[in-house]
């Protein structure tokens, strides 16, 4: 089992940069991959990004490609999103997540532990 920790979030005009961090717990953190996700009001829970166990693969939601860059440290158990250009229908809750394999996955079932959630909210 992992625990994982959100922080980095808040609010930012249009055109603006975040950079979201996930501080993990747990002995699996560095053998399984991880995601982003995110939820805005009304919608469902949707893929924005993941990274394999060792970092070197990536995957990105269409809707994110070329503005946000996911990232991770094993060796202080951390898991980063660097949003960049944000626009407004990137407001949402952001959750991180573990998934259950070593290599990145939009499946939002194969992830088994999930962080609290970080508000991120972006005006026009």
């Known amino acids: 089992q992992v625990q994982l920790v959100e922080s980095g979030g808040g609010s930012v005009q249009a055109g603006g940069s975040l950079r979201l961090s996930c501080a993990a717990s747990?002995?699996?953190?560095?053998?399984?991959?991880m995601g982003w996700f995110r939820q805005a009001p009304g919608k469902e829970r949707e893929f924005v990004a993941a990274i394999s166990w060792s970092g070197y693969s990536t995957s990105y939601a269409d809707s994110v490609k070329g503005r946000i860059t996911i990232s991770r440290d094993n060796a202080k158990n951390t898991v980063y999103l660097q949003m960049k250009n944000l626009k407004p229908e990137d407001t949402a809750v952001y959750y991180c997540a573990a998934a259950s394999g070593r290599y990145p996955t939009p499946a939002v079932g194969m992830y088994h532990d999930w962080g609290q959630g970080t508000q991120v909210t972006v005006s026009s």
């Open positions: 747990g002995r699996t953190f560095t053998s399984s991959a």
